[in-house]
């Protein structure tokens, strides 16, 4: 990933940020860090603030106080219109429910952002999504609408769209959850791919096997903190927090 003793680019970085629901701490002092073309799986319970933090990298979420700095950019508590294209524009977002366009076809699901935002014409941005399209294994698909698809289909669109904007960072929120079972495979191949490709990563995700096989790093998350950290192999054989262990012995018994 990087060369001999060369220090790696850190394209997402928190510093003790918080965020609060009303009364309710749901981000405790997160101290994160993400180096380009790393695979970051974050896991842990529901209500831990998984997909809150991964909402705040994307100004999806304001929060209260701390730091957030994408790709060179700081992203503040409350960040304006312009502020939030700039991280937008090379920070991609796979939501757990595809938020596809249902009155557009596939193909014009994935054209829209480049044209609009990218200001690609609109010949290259359709020979691009193709691209993607034939790359998710879904070409055949590119003039039907999202309602015409299996869920599985929607999210492999969705990843498809996300790439369209030729992300830096590509970010996961849950994006196997809402899929039956049979589905989940092709979805995690395509993510797979991405990560042999050096996309950097970051997936909060319940899938057990991906964090295992796939990521660089697992985070593991807890009542809004960061319990523990480290390479796969370490955080699943030898987890070092009883919190930690009690969480893999639950969730690892149903994988």
Avoid at 64 to 73: E, K
Wanted: aromatic letters at 6%.
């Amino acid at each position: 990933m990087n060369g001999l003793g060369a220090a790696p680019e850190i394209l997402i970085e928190t510093r003790n940020l918080n965020k609060y629901f009303g009364d309710r701490h749901v981000l405790k002092n997160i101290d994160f860090r993400v180096a380009k073309q790393e695979v970051v799986a974050l896991i842990g319970p529901s209500g831990s603030g998984k997909s809150t933090l991964l909402r705040c990298l994307n100004g999806l979420e304001t929060y209260q106080s701390g730091s957030i700095v994408i790709l060179g950019h700081r992203l503040p508590p409350v960040a304006t219109p312009q502020q939030l294209k700039v991280i937008r524009r090379d920070v991609g977002m796979v939501f757990q429910n595809f938020n596809l366009f249902p009155h557009m076809t596939v193909l014009q699901n994935i054209i829209e952002a480049p044209i609009l935002v990218r200001k690609l014409p609109k010949r290259l941005a359709t020979d691009m999504a193709e691209h993607l399209l034939a790359k998710v294994g879904l070409a055949e698909k590119r003039h039907v609408y999202p309602n015409q698809l299996s869920g599985g289909q929607k999210q492999r669109v969705a990843i498809a769209r996300a790439l369209a904007m030729q992300p830096q960072i590509l970010l996961f929120d849950e994006p196997t959850s809402a899929l039956d079972p049979e589905l989940v495979g092709d979805v995690l191949a395509v993510m797979r791919q991405l990560a042999e490709e050096a996309m950097t990563m970051v997936v909060v995700t319940h899938e057990m096997q991906f964090a295992r096989e796939v990521s660089c790093r697992v985070v593991f998350l807890a009542e809004g903190q960061i319990i523990e950290e480290g390479s796969p192999h370490e955080l699943f054989r030898h987890p070092q927090q009883e919190r930690t262990r009690l969480f893999l012995e639950r969730v690892l018994v149903r994988h």
